[in-house]
């Protein structure tokens, strides 16, 4: 069993920064951000892959790299996403998922396990 409890979202405007933060109760080797912005599917954003305390592989999607970046505070159990440089485009509500055990990350939403509640984010031109 994984818990995923985000924090983080609110309203900014275009170039600004926010942090998100997953916190974690259970262990995955997988953790993936994912989006939903509305009328549109849910959309990877970035994972981390880590075994050990130590990160073996991270991803972004196209659209974030560079922008955004992960990080894991082992001491607290929470995954991070700091974004900057946002984009109206990037409004959406974020997602934390886990795959659970030592599954692999993927890009795809469906084989996810455990989700969290979902923070917002909303991006102003």
């Known amino acids: 069993q994984v818990l995923l409890v985000e924090s983080g979202g609110g309203s900014v405007q275009a170039g600004g920064s926010l942090t998100l933060s997953c916190e974690v109760s259970?262990?995955?080797?997988?953790l993936t951000w994912f989006r939903q912005a509305p009328g549109k599917g849910r959309e990877g954003v970035a994972f981390?892959?880590?075994?050990?305390?130590?990160?073996?592989?991270?991803n972004y999607t196209e659209s974030v790299k560079g922008r955004f970046t992960l990080s894991f505070d082992n001491a607290k159990n929470i995954l991070y996403l700091q974004m900057n440089s946002l984009k109206p485009e990037d409004s959406a509500m974020y997602y934390c998922a886990a795959r659970g055990g030592r599954a692999s990350c993927t890009w795809y939403s469906f084989v996810y396990h455990y989700w969290g509640q979902g923070t917002q984010v909303t991006v102003s031109s």
């Open positions: 259970g262990s995955s080797y997988c």
């Open positions: 981390s892959e880590r075994d050990g305390g130590r990160d073996v592989r991270t």
